[in-house]
Protein backbone atom coordinates (compact mmCIF):
# COMPACT_ATOMS: atom_id res chain seq x y z
CA UNK A 1 0.00 0.00 0.00
CA UNK A 2 3.08 2.59 0.71
CA UNK A 3 4.09 1.76 -2.66
CA UNK A 4 0.75 1.98 -4.00
CA UNK A 5 0.91 5.87 -2.19
CA UNK A 6 3.88 7.09 -4.01
CA UNK A 7 3.14 6.02 -7.56
CA UNK A 8 0.81 8.61 -9.45
CA UNK A 9 0.42 5.49 -12.53
CA UNK A 10 -1.25 3.12 -9.62
CA UNK A 11 -4.95 3.92 -10.17
CA UNK A 12 -6.30 0.65 -8.36
CA UNK A 13 -4.66 -1.65 -5.66
CA UNK A 14 -6.36 -5.04 -4.57
CA UNK A 15 -5.40 -6.71 -1.39
CA UNK A 16 -6.57 -10.50 -0.56
CA UNK A 17 -6.63 -11.54 3.00
CA UNK A 18 -6.40 -12.79 5.56
CA UNK A 19 -8.28 -10.72 8.67
CA UNK A 20 -5.02 -9.06 9.57
CA UNK A 21 -4.35 -7.83 5.92
CA UNK A 22 -7.59 -6.93 5.52
CA UNK A 23 -7.37 -4.86 8.58
CA UNK A 24 -4.09 -3.45 7.93
CA UNK A 25 -5.55 -2.04 4.67
CA UNK A 26 -8.98 -0.87 6.11
CA UNK A 27 -7.21 1.33 8.28
CA UNK A 28 -5.66 3.30 5.38
CA UNK A 29 -7.86 6.38 4.24
CA UNK A 30 -7.48 5.78 0.53
CA UNK A 31 -9.36 2.02 1.34
CA UNK A 32 -12.61 3.51 0.04
CA UNK A 33 -14.11 0.29 -1.99
CA UNK A 34 -15.11 -3.23 -0.97
CA UNK A 35 -15.41 -5.66 -2.72
CA UNK A 36 -17.17 -8.97 -1.09
CA UNK A 37 -18.51 -12.39 -1.91
CA UNK A 38 -21.25 -12.59 0.52
CA UNK A 39 -22.04 -16.39 1.18
CA UNK A 40 -25.26 -17.71 2.66
CA UNK A 41 -24.18 -20.44 4.14
CA UNK A 42 -22.49 -20.54 8.04
CA UNK A 43 -19.17 -22.42 7.46
CA UNK A 44 -17.09 -23.58 11.29
CA UNK A 45 -13.91 -20.88 11.30
CA UNK A 46 -12.53 -19.07 13.47
CA UNK A 47 -11.16 -15.98 11.23
CA UNK A 48 -14.23 -13.43 10.01
CA UNK A 49 -13.71 -10.17 7.72
CA UNK A 50 -12.85 -7.65 9.59
CA UNK A 51 -15.58 -5.37 9.03
CA UNK A 52 -19.79 -6.36 9.46
CA UNK A 53 -20.77 -4.89 6.22
CA UNK A 54 -24.65 -4.26 6.32
CA UNK A 55 -24.98 -4.05 10.06
CA UNK A 56 -26.81 -0.81 11.35
CA UNK A 57 -23.69 0.13 13.14
CA UNK A 58 -21.51 0.56 10.40
CA UNK A 59 -23.18 3.73 8.77
CA UNK A 60 -20.41 4.85 7.43
CA UNK A 61 -20.24 2.14 4.45
CA UNK A 62 -22.64 1.77 1.52
CA UNK A 63 -23.45 -1.20 -0.59
CA UNK A 64 -23.99 0.34 -4.02
CA UNK A 65 -26.06 -1.08 -6.79
CA UNK A 66 -25.17 -4.37 -9.16
CA UNK A 67 -25.10 -2.16 -11.65
CA UNK A 68 -22.48 0.28 -10.09
CA UNK A 69 -20.69 -2.66 -9.26
CA UNK A 70 -20.79 -3.97 -13.21
CA UNK A 71 -19.57 -0.59 -14.62
CA UNK A 72 -16.83 -0.22 -12.14
CA UNK A 73 -15.21 -4.01 -12.44
CA UNK A 74 -16.05 -4.48 -16.47
CA UNK A 75 -18.13 -7.45 -15.65
CA UNK A 76 -21.73 -9.22 -15.47
CA UNK A 77 -22.95 -9.91 -11.83
CA UNK A 78 -25.71 -11.51 -11.87
CA UNK A 79 -28.39 -10.05 -10.07
CA UNK A 80 -29.74 -11.95 -6.71
CA UNK A 81 -26.71 -14.03 -6.42
CA UNK A 82 -25.99 -17.23 -7.84
CA UNK A 83 -25.62 -21.13 -6.24
CA UNK A 84 -22.55 -23.71 -6.62
CA UNK A 85 -22.43 -26.93 -4.92
CA UNK A 86 -25.42 -26.08 -3.03
CA UNK A 87 -24.24 -22.85 -1.35
CA UNK A 88 -25.05 -19.56 -3.33
CA UNK A 89 -23.33 -16.00 -3.05
CA UNK A 90 -23.61 -12.80 -4.15
CA UNK A 91 -21.00 -10.26 -5.35
CA UNK A 92 -21.05 -7.05 -3.96
CA UNK A 93 -19.89 -4.01 -3.51
CA UNK A 94 -19.50 -1.67 -0.48
CA UNK A 95 -18.18 2.11 -0.87
CA UNK A 96 -17.28 4.45 2.61
CA UNK A 97 -18.94 7.59 3.00
CA UNK A 98 -17.53 10.59 5.06
Given at each position: ?19 Q ?15 L ?7 D ?11 D ?42
Amino acid sequence: LRYARARADVARVFVMGGAQIYDAALRVPEARRVLLTSIARDFDCDVFFPLRLGDDGLTNWVRRPREELERWTGQDVVEGGQEEAGTRYEFQMWEKID
